[in-house]
């Protein structure tokens, strides 16, 4: 019995420590950055130029591969009449990270913006190697390619790599 409960708390200790080595911002040249945080969400953005994106949700990981579930935050918008009566309520994507209840004008502003929630979807499964997130294709392969980055013929790969330790 002491047997399997020594067993049991080493394979829990690494479960931890391999999960802990997860958490930390990533960076890629091409497809924006992703926080994951220790409380098993995750924050990506994106940004160039005057366009950006940001997109919050869940995260786990089985073996080497993370798993990215998107959670919209959404504010309710309300919809008045003529007298200026709330008529009904509408949700919409929040401009910002914090849910509000907003008016018609403010949500005609947010519309305008070059920027706002997932406009750039972040990807829905990585694998982990090395301090790196490797982008998985829709058939199961690792995304080992090299893209143009923007205004250079510099070639970048689309991976994620871990920065800030």
């Known amino acids: 019995m002491r047997i399997i409960q020594t067993l049991l708390l080493l394979l829990m200790t690494n479960f931890t420590f391999g999960q802990k080595s997860i958490i ?5 040249r091409i497809k924006g950055t992703i926080e994951i945080k220790s409380d098993s969400t995750f924050i990506h953005k994106y940004r160039f130029d005057l366009s950006s994106s940001w997109t919050k949700g869940n995260w786990k990981i089985k073996n080497d591969t993370i798993y990215l579930t998107t959670k919209l935050v959404m504010d309710t918008l309300q919809i008045r009449n003529s007298e200026n009566k709330v008529i009904r309520d509408s949700l919409v994507l929040s401009s910002n990270q914090k849910i509000e ?5 403010e949500y005609l502003v947010s519309t305008l913006s070059s920027g706002g929630q997932n406009r750039i979807k972040p990807p829905n499964k990585l694998f982990l190697k090395r301090k790196k997130l490797y982008l998985i294709n829709e058939n199961g392969t690792l995304d080992l390619r090299k893209l ?3 205004r250079t013929d510099k070639k970048y790969y689309t991976y994620f790599k871990k920065f800030n330790e």
């Open 24 to 28: 930390g911002n990533y960076y890629s």
């Open 101 to 105: 209840r907003i008016e018609q004008n």
């Open 148 to 150: 143009n980055g923007m």
